[in-house]
């Protein structure tokens, strides 16, 4: 018996596949479509969330077309322009921008710049994305239920968003909370996966205070996200319940039309409690990645190293910090207790501190640098321009007693277009100007891309400038006309059409952009391993496009921090972050950094 | 040099687009002008931050725009800046804050004495209630609503028989007193607002709100819910109409009271009927949507 087991010990099977081979997939369908490689699934994220958000753009033309010339349009009725406005706002803050910002920069760019072959759990991360797919279909399909989609407003705020009289309470509310719920299931999945590959696969070197802010950004993000989406999650279901089980959890006691309703006792604060408790938080979501993103975005581009860089780090940990007690200023005249509105205000008025010093740091960072004007330059600068304008109307509405007479304004509508709508798609773009090598082995065409960042940059401030003084006059949000209101002079309309007009001309700058990406992917010129001369991993891998496995034979080794640009000593004016210290002298070549793994060479 | 000129651009168009945008407030007519006062002072501290920002970009690409063979300057940190910085920007967020709150204070605390009307929502129309003689409204109960009784006021409570009930018309409110308003909803969400007066509160549904203003002009003013409410949120409208106290007191005496609607809709007050109530209401939201 014992010598059993001794042989058992002894036997070493064969290997049938070389392990290299064990790691790379096998067939079409396992590297392009099933995909486990993290690059793969972020291009998967980035072009679904890039196609959602095209139906939404298009929502938003309808609704501009209808504010902007109202009683033109015939096929706009009020149902439809809820329902556009309730589609519009959803699907912009969480399948486009939270699913491109994590899921698809979040993938791309965690395990490249951290040193990482890949994210810790690749199959979960492949069924992330399948889930998201899912979400969105699920979402999409609400348009052709009986009723059509939700028009309950993106807040979802019950009782009406499940009761007659509301657009889609028959069947669309349903499923944009069953999507929801998928959602933040498939979110979930993938953001264990950042958080776990930002704290356990960093590569050697690659301490915590080396990250680039990209990934800090990314970082903090997704473990706001993991704290706040199972708010929404509870809320989703309970307003499930109520919808089709005739529960009460938000639903008190209701005389509607004339008739009693079955319900009793619920709260519809309590919804706006768990909703904002996700939903402040998600503003931060969206924000902090732009801010890590942009903050590279500017280093690289202004041959400096960003200024202040562990204020920036402490920054980003302080405003994922307070942004989870913060979420009431939403709710000031909700007619929740009114003496919140100290805390809330104050703590609110606090998170702009942080901000604001992250706005000083980007521009000091241009201060004495070397500012290249590239794309991905320019909408950088454009990000900052808009972030101060939306941050700085975010002072207004977060004071509780400034909020009370905007409130629900077309003021609000501004701000959070600004601050979290235009301000973060600059990085979305930048970003994308920036990697798109990376991504593809080829460069945007320039000229396209500056005509796409002035019409972008100049006609959405243009757009949402003056809509802020629209709600110092007292317009309210969410009217699907404005006629026969004594206090809105014919002048409002006129800006309402002009509004209209311009948007449609940002809208059509989108094709120019989208146009350039599909020919640079074909005919665009070959931009190199590292056409901006930048110092993070991304940047150093030993193909372009990285292979599977990223970097080749041997991990980099990481020396120093990623803003290690105009170092006195150095030969050039970067120095990568894998460099070893004794060759900051000699010139750089990529191809010394790291060896490719012969099997994967293209 | 091109990117310098129009972030200047921008940064002056925006001031400029300030001082020329003919949509600004309107004419104040209750007592809330410190709100109008702490945004102005928002107004100059944040407006001063933006331009100094937007022009200190500016300048730093029009000067340190790229030049071959130009080397950034290498300073990581400078921590006695980044102080100077964080502790200016919590000055002016004080300055901001402070103000805000002490307003706030003023808003949350209803003065003695304060006129109390109720205002009820419901899709998509308003109307109001006032205490009648006693001075005090009698309780309500969304259960009680029928076809006799709109409002679900309890038949039981004497303090509700002389309250003046106001379907299908204006708001008329007096001037120069305090008013509290108390808000309620009987089905889904509502927000009462008039811009004029500045103040708004939503009303929920299973629970009462409220707030308080001063009417200080005389008038007509449009009143527009503030809370989407479903389809027919954009018709919900009314109108308040702010007179002397005399004048508001002799259109007062001229509403009927919940005793008397009771008696003329020929059913005892005491006993909760439960009719639903007549599609007349329905049928004249739907002639209101149709339009």
């Known amino acids: 018996m014992v010598d059993a087991v001794q042989d058992q010990d002894d036997f070493i099977p064969p290997a049938e596949v070389a392990e290299m081979e064990l790691y790379h997939p096998k067939s079409w369908l396992t590297k392009y479509v099933f995909s486990q490689d993290a690059k793969v699934i972020a291009i998967q994220y980035s072009f679904t969330a890039i196609a959602i958000g095209l139906v939404a753009l298009v929502l938003s033309w309808m609704m501009r077309l209808q504010l902007g010339f109202p009683e033109t349009f015939s096929f706009i009725e009020a149902e439809d322009y809820y329902q556009f406005i309730t589609m519009h706002g959803m699907i912009m803050v969480i399948y486009l921008l939270t699913a491109l910002f994590l899921g698809g920069f979040g993938n791309y760019l965690i395990p490249l710049m951290v040193g990482a072959r890949d994210m810790v759990f690749p199959y979960m991360n492949m069924l992330s994305y399948w889930v998201y797919l899912l979400a969105v279909l699920v979402l999409l399909a609400s348009f052709f239920v009986p009723g059509g989609p939700t028009g309950a407003g993106w807040t979802l705020y019950p009782p009406q968003a499940i009761l007659p009289g509301t657009p889609g309470a028959e069947g669309g509310i349903v499923m944009m909370l069953v999507s929801l719920a998928l959602f933040i299931v498939g979110f979930t999945m993938g953001g264990l996966n950042y958080v776990v590959t930002v704290l356990q696969a960093r590569t050697r070197g690659m301490t915590l205070m080396r990250m680039p802010l990209t990934i800090w950004g990314i970082f903090m993000a997704t473990v706001l996200a993991l704290l706040a989406f199972p708010a929404l999650f509870v809320g989703a279901v309970m307003m499930t319940l109520d919808s089709l089980l005739g529960t009460s959890f938000f639903m008190p006691d209701i005389a509607q039309f004339g008739e009693q309703l079955k319900y009793s006792g619920g709260s519809p604060i309590l919804f706006q409690h768990l909703f904002w408790f996700f939903g402040h938080p998600e503003v931060y979501i969206v924000a902090l990645p732009a801010f890590g993103i942009v903050s590279d975005l500017i280093s690289v581009h202004a041959r400096r190293h960003i200024f202040g860089y562990r204020l920036m780090v402490w920054a980003i940990v302080i405003i994922g910090a307070l942004s989870f007690i913060v979420w009431a200023h939403h709710m000031y005249v909700s007619g929740m207790n009114p003496w919140f509105g100290f805390f809330f205000a104050t703590t609110t008025l606090i998170i702009a501190i942080p901000t604001a010093i992250k706005v000083y740091n980007w521009v000091l960072t241009l201060w004495r640098g070397n500012i290249q004007f590239t794309v991905p330059m320019l909408f950088a600068l454009a990000f900052i321009v808009t972030f101060v304008n939306g941050g700085i109307t975010g002072l207004f509405l977060g004071n509780v007693v400034v909020d009370v007479p905007l409130s629900d304004t077309m003021f609000v509508v501004a701000h959070f277009h600004m601050v979290m709508g235009v301000a973060p798609l600059m990085v979305v773009f930048g970003a994308i100007y920036h990697w798109f090598p990376k991504m593809t082995g080829r460069l945007l065409n320039v000229p396209m891309g500056q005509i796409h960042f002035w019409v972008t940059f100049i006609g959405a401030y243009a757009i949402f400038l003056p809509l802020h003084y629209l709600g110092f006059l007292g317009v309210p949000r969410r009217y699907y006309e404005l006629s026969d209101i004594s206090f809105i002079p014919d002048s409002a309309q006129d800006l309402n059409a002009f509004v209209t007009v311009i948007a449609l001309i940002v809208g059509a700058a989108q094709i120019l952009f989208l146009y350039n990406i599909g020919r640079s992917m074909i005919k665009g010129e070959k931009s190199g391993p590292n056409p901006w001369r930048a110092t993070s991993l991304e940047w150093q891998t030993p193909q372009t496009p990285p292979g599977h496995g990223n970097f080749g034979q041997d991990l980099p080794v990481v020396y120093r921090w990623a803003y290690a640009y105009g170092l006195p000593d150095a030969t050039e004016d970067y120095v990568p972050q894998n460099l070893p210290p004794d060759q900051i002298t000699s010139d750089y070549d990529n191809s010394k950094l790291s060896k490719p793994i012969a099997q994967a060479a293209e | ?291």
């Open chain 2, 1 to 291: 040099m091109f990117v310098a000129v129009m972030l200047i651009l921008v940064a002056v168009g925006t001031v400029v687009f300030h001082i020329v945008s003919p949509w600004w407030w309107t004419p104040i007519a209750s007592n809330w002008g410190y709100i109008d006062d702490t945004i102005i002072l928002t107004f100059w501290i944040t407006g001063a931050v933006f331009v100094a920002v937007i022009l200190f970009m500016a300048y730093c690409c029009f000067r340190f725009r790229y030049k071959e063979g130009r080397r950034s300057e290498y300073e990581p940190e400078n921590k006695k800046l980044e102080w100077w910085l964080t502790i200016l920007t919590g000055i002016g967020v004080a300055g901001m804050l402070i103000p805000g709150l002490f307003v706030w204070n003023q808003f949350v605390t209803v003065p003695p004495g304060a006129a109390e009307i109720e205002i009820v929502g419901a899709q998509w129309q308003w109307s109001f209630r006032y205490p009648g003689k006693d001075g005090v409204l009698g309780t309500s109960n969304v259960r009680l609503i029928n076809g006799d009784n709109p409002f679900g006021i309890n038949p039981d409570d004497p303090n509700g028989r002389d309250d003046v009930l106001v379907e299908g018309d204006d708001l008329h409110l007096p001037i120069g007193g305090p008013i509290k308003f108390l808000l309620r909803s009987v089905d889904v969400l509502h927000d009462f607002y008039v811009p004029e007066f500045r103040a708004k509160m939503d009303m929920v549904p299973g629970t009462i709100t409220y707030f308080w203003l001063t009417p200080t002009r005389s008038g007509t003013f449009d009143i527009l819910c503030f809370e989407l409410c479903g389809t027919g949120h954009y018709t919900m409208r009314g109108t308040v109409v702010v007179e002397t106290k005399e004048v508001y007191e002799e259109w007062l005496g001229e509403q009927e009271t919940f005793a008397q609607t009771m008696a003329r809709a020929g059913s005892d007050p005491t006993r909760a009927t439960n009719i639903a109530l007549s599609g007349a209401r329905t049928a004249a939201v739907d002639d209101r949507l149709a339009q």
